[in-house]
Nanobody, 124 residues
Framework: QVQLVESGGGSVQAGGSLILSCAAS????????MAWFRQAPGQEREGVAA????????YADSVRGRSTISRDNDNPNRVYLQMNNLKPEDSAVYYC?????????????????WGRGTQVTVSS
């Protein structure tokens, strides 16, 4: 069983930055993909970024170049999402996920474990 706890959400103005953090319990997360998803009201959950246990990363087109996903080198059960140049359309609840069931498509929402989410609101 893996428990995920997100932190770092908040309200920022357009053009600002945020760092989201996700802490996972247990060891399974450190040996799997971990990812960030987001869901705005009335929309489907969207994959934002994912990082493999060996370090490879993948980003959604909507955030590529503005966001960086990373793992803590000292604690691979912790991942971060640095988001820069935030836009109002980035507003959503951001969820951390771990242990992908489909490693070929780590931005699909087919993960075994999910956090409760953290709200990000970007005002224009």
């Amino acid at each position: 069983q893996v428990q995920l706890v997100e932190s770092g959400g908040g309200s920022v103005q357009a053009g600002g930055s945020l760092i989201l953090s996700c802490a996972a319990s247990g060891n399974a997360a450190s040996r799997s993909f971990m990812a960030w998803f987001r869901q705005a009201p009335g929309q489907e959950r969207e994959g934002v970024a994912a990082i493999a246990w060996f370090g490879n990363t993948i980003y959604a087109d909507s955030v590529r170049g503005r966001s960086t996903i990373s793992r803590d080198n000292d604690n691979p059960n912790r991942v971060y999402l640095q988001m820069n140049n935030l836009k109002p359309e980035d507003s959503a609840v951001y969820y951390c996920a771990a242990v992908a069931r489909d490693g070929r498509n780590p931005l699909r929402p087919t993960y075994d474990y999910w956090g409760r989410g953290t709200q990000v609101t970007v005002s224009s």
